[in-house]
């Protein structure tokens, strides 16, 4: 499959809030239909319950391309099933009156949760038969990521039956055979060097590298149009000037280009043209990517 | 106890709270906010809960993890603590004389809330603000950046929940009973109770349990102060005088943020006062305009000089989708449309940025 992120049964799509990172995970989707692929999107989402997203429309004709929408309070109880041993016992634990209250302080709690239902989704019996998974993940934060939180846990937890489900979410992760990480960016200087304190992060808490780095809305650069505004800068006395600005704006484009490569180091990468130019967003990187793919 | 509700003279101060996801300028416009409100002569603090401190050069001023005043703008300190000592120093500050604060050193659940998760630092952040925040007649918050800030506004309610309720102080029990010698009818009244740690030891162990059930326990020792304090940094960020900013970028996809974030605040029961739509190239750059006039251009430029024109276009029709549909969803709500500054340095830029909102938000919120 060209694009190797997509070889794993799992792939999480990463990056920080804003910069398109659902486009992406449904994009990727995308492509791995178009490569022959049953892929289906998973997602944290508000609402009760495993249910497919979508339009409503969508949902009830049962349409494959529905995103999965994993319930917040759902993704807890059913990480939390197998380890009381069984779901009932889960439910009277976990909905007990102070223990409720505690679990909604707790941070980080949610996202632990849903990577361990998307680990126990692949392979899992769904209505609509699968073989890949693409989980637009929460928006990456700051400080420790959760990525880490299967470790964090696991030091808190030293036996048992919820450290043996941390350790195996660990080791998964941890396995490129079985997840695949592409990371969403966009070419700002502040989101760049993002994006490479996320990769550090994820050597440091994983060992491993991201697969894939996908750049949204990558200035155009116009083919040509460097050497033509050097030509008239020196042909055209009266119109120098104004050449030698169009220079500086491509030098700008091109070094915004640049610095993305540059955060690109070492592993591969793709660069979606800026969608500002009038097109939808999610059609212009679908395009892009079925293209790439 | 530091009033950050009214001073002396019974003078209302202002609170402004900035939102917006990555890359959209947040911390530029909240640096430029706090200027602005500073050269009134009102005088500012601004405060950044993101760890990655960016508002250091925004401001161009040196990390510290205390209040420092900004060199170049009379009348204005900013407050960016540090991400892994903050949430340490107020807890140490909270257990202060109680003989938990030694306990629980070495706890791993005590470790872990303190080792900079997401949601504690900003927390710790908004609990250590309240004593600092006294002398201000206006705060300025600038979030970190992501949608997740959002929950920022709620998590003060949260934790008040979970402090005023019987929640906290059964489970404070809970961790005190372990080798007491009980009579039958405590022993009934804690069968509930001891089936439900027996369930919990089952599934973590039974140290997972203790630490957690030890560090709810000092939590709910020092109930009254730290709900004082929540209370505090709940008001700062929610309270009647908190107006809510919204940063967009001026793009197709701002529509969605900017629903998400009137929609996640209307949850809270608030709204946001202004939306601020940042970067709007609302001219073609004059090369374009000049190179478009020239008879005999070579094929590549006219490429350029389109591409230039439709991007500029690009974001001042986005700009006005923005604001069609923020006019359905929130009328009335005021609108600032930010141009792209043409300045190099962040603080520079910052100043133009400043001198914009104080003639299209502040005056005219002054007006109105």
Redesign the interface.
């Known amino acids: 499959m060209a694009i190797r992120a997509l070889s794993p049964p799992l792939t999480l799509v990463l990056g920080k809030g804003g910069v398109g990172r659902s486009t992406v995970a449904r994009a990727l989707t995308q492509a791995a239909r178009n490569a022959g692929l049953r892929a289906r999107c998973v997602e944290l989402g508000p609402g009760s319950g495993l249910r497919a997203g979508g339009s409503p429309a969508q949902r009830q004709s049962g349409a494959s391309d529905g995103v999965l929408q994993i319930d917040r309070g759902q993704a807890l109880e059913n990480a939390a099933a197998p380890v009381f041993g069984s779901r009932a016992l889960a439910r009277a634990a976990l909905g007990n009156f102070a223990v409720k209250r505690l679990l909604d302080v707790l941070p980080g709690i949610h996202e632990y949760a849903l990577l361990l239902n998307a680990v126990d989704l692949v392979g899992a019996d769904l209505p609509v038969p699968c073989d890949r998974l693409i989980v637009d993940m929460p928006a990456t934060g700051h400080g420790l990521s959760w990525l880490g939180a299967a470790q964090r846990f696991a030091r808190l937890v030293p036996k048992g039956r919820s450290r043996e489900q941390a350790d195996r979410l660990d080791a998964t992760l941890r396995d490129p055979l079985q997840t695949a990480l592409v990371v969403t960016c966009v070419p700002e200087p502040l989101v760049l060097s993002e994006t490479l304190e996320l990769r550090a992060e994820l050597r440091a808490q994983l060992g491993r590298d991201a697969d894939l780095l996908v750049f949204n809305r990558m200035p155009e650069v116009p083919p040509g149009a460097a050497r033509a505004a050097h030509q008239l800068a020196a042909d055209d006395t009266t119109l120098a000037p104004a050449a030698a600005r169009l220079i500086a704006w491509l030098a700008a484009r091109e070094e915004a280009r640049a610095l993305a490569v540059a955060a690109a180091a070492g592993i591969p990468f793709i660069l979606l043209p800026d969608s500002s130019v009038g097109k939808h967003p999610a059609a212009l990187t679908e395009m892009s990517l079925a293209g790439w793919a | 106890m530091t009033n950050v509700r009214r001073r002396d003279g019974g003078i209302v101060i202002e609170r402004y709270v900035v939102y ?5 300028g947040k911390t530029t416009v909240a640096a430029a906010l706090a200027v602005a409100l500073a050269r009134r002569g009102t005088r500012t603090l601004v405060v950044t809960t ?3 401190r ?1 508002l250091a050069d925004a401001l161009a001023v040196a990390p510290s993890s205390e209040v420092v005043p900004v060199p170049w703008c009379t009348g204005l300190d900013c407050y960016m603590p540090d ?1 892994r000592s903050t949430p340490r120093s107020v807890a140490a500050a909270l257990l202060q004389g109680t003989p938990h604060a030694e306990a629980l050193v070495r706890n ?2 005590f470790e ?1 809330l303190c ?7 900003e927390l710790a952040t908004l609990a250590s603000l309240g004593p600092r925040a006294a002398g201000y007649a206006a705060i300025v918050i600038d979030t ?5 800030a959002i929950e920022l506004v709620s ?1 003060p309610g ?2 008040d ?2 402090l005023e ?4 102080q ?2 404070g029990r809970l961790a005190q009973r372990g080798n007491e010698p009980r009579g039958i009818t405590q022993r009934l009244i804690d069968w509930g109770p001891r089936r ?1 740690i027996e ?2 030891e ?4 039974t ?2 349990v203790r ?1 957690t059930l030890a560090v ?1 326990g000092a939590i709910a020792s020092i109930r009254p102060r730290l709900l004082e304090t929540i209370r505090l940094a709940g008001d700062i960020l929610t309270g009647p005088s908190t107006r809510h900013l919204v940063v967009l ?1 001026p ?3 701002s529509e969605q ?1 900017a629903r998400f974030f009137t929609e996640e605040l209307a949850a809270a029961g608030l709204r946001p006062s202004h939306y601020l739509i940042n970067r709007i190239s609302s001219e073609v ?4 305009t ?2 478009a006039a ?1 008879p005999q251009l ?1 094929p ?2 006219s ?2 000089v389109a ?2 024109e ?2 500029s276009k ?2 001042v029709e ?1 700009a006005d989708q923005i604001a069609e549909m923020l006019a359905r969803i929130t009328p009335g709500a005021a609108l600032v449309r930010i141009p792209t500054m043409s300045e190099t340095t962040p603080a520079a830029v910052v100043t133009a940025v400043a001198s914009h909102l104080e003639r299209f938000m502040l005056d005219r919120g002054a007006a109105s």
Do not use: M
């Open positions: 917006g996801v990555g890359g959209v993101d760890p990655a960016r991400a791993p659940v872990l080792s900079g998760l997401a949601g504690v630092h970190a950046p992501s949608r997740h998590l949260r934790i929940a979970l309720s019987r929640a906290l059964w489970l439900l369930r919990f089952g599934a973590l162990g140290s997972a630490d709810v970028a793009r197709s996809g943020d750059p004059a090369w374009a000049e190179l020239s070579a590549e430029l490429a350029a591409l230039a439709i991007e690009a974001t986005a």
